[in-house]
T-cell receptor, first 111, second 111 residues
Framework: DVKVTQSSRYLVKRTGEKVFLECVQD?????MFWYRQDPGLGLRLIYF???????EKGDIPEGYSVSREKKERFSLILESASTNQTSMYLC??????????FGPGTRLTVT | QKEVEQNSGPLSVPEGAIASLNCTYS??????FFWYRQYSGKSPELIMS????GDKEDGRFTAQLNKASQYVSLLIRDSQPSDSATYLC???????????FGAGTTVTVRA
């Protein structure tokens, strides 16, 4: 079974804190993605990576950065958390055909 | 911007009926098509993939693809209350790493 795991299911942080969200996949997929999902706005792509150390901006990269030092691990970093970054964060990985698998998600609350 | 549009919901069907979900896409270069199911508060789960024109059946689910009409659909036969969820259509172009998602259609199966 494909497995994508995320470091936390629920996270509460204060405004201005640096936040790290980690994602690990065990299927040797080249492609990994970070999305956020908000009611009424659907899935929005923040960043993706198609290889180790390679990254590309998605639709809403502002306020975020990413790191991919190993193939199986893709980290999302909120440099200075703000209340408008309160959201569900979803990591996904995909094979060469685009078949994507999601992690369980991290519900982040910034107060 | 590659657009993926799904029929607006919510869709309410009686138990045992067929639920029909539709999706259209704008990019003629799209090659891979996926349906995800998302229960409330959970992450999306891949349920169907289809790559060539025609029908593909998996249990009670049938995906239908018509590339000429840029249309993909999902039929859920013998709908069960456990099928109540939001269904997301996702499309990938031949030259892209990432998926484009529709906004989703919420299905409610009435017992």
């Amino acid at each position: 079974d494909v497995k994508v795991t995320q470091s936390s299911r629920y996270l509460v942080k204060r405004t201005g804190e640096k936040v790290f969200l980690e994602c690990v996949q065990d299927m040797d997929h080249e492609n990994m993605f970070w999305y956020r999902q908000d009611p009424g706005l659907g899935l929005r792509l923040i960043y993706f990576s198609y290889d180790v150390k390679m990254k590309e901006k998605g639709d809403i990269p502002e306020g975020y950065s990413v790191s991919r030092e190993k193939k199986e691990r893709f980290s999302l970093i909120l440099e200075s958390a703000s209340t408008n970054q309160t959201s569900m964060y979803l990591c996904a990985s995909s094979d060469r055909q685009g078949m994507g698998y999601f992690g369980p998600g991290t519900r982040l609350t910034v107060t | 911007q590659k657009e993926v549009e799904q029929n607006s919901g919510p869709l309410s069907v009686p138990e045992g009926a067929i639920a029909s979900l539709n999706c259209t896409y704008s990019d003629r270069g799209s090659q891979s098509f996926f349906w995800y199911r998302q229960y409330s508060g959970k992450s999306p789960e891949l349920i169907m993939s289809i790559y060539s024109n025609g029908d593909k059946e998996d249990g009670r689910f049938t995906a239908q693809l018509n590339k000429a009409s840029q249309y993909v659909s999902l039929l859920i036969r013998d709908s069960q209350p456990s099928d109540s969820a939001t269904y997301l259509c996702a499309v990938r172009s031949w030259n892209d790493y990432k998926l484009s998602f529709g906004a989703g259609t919420t299905v409610t199966v009435r017992a």
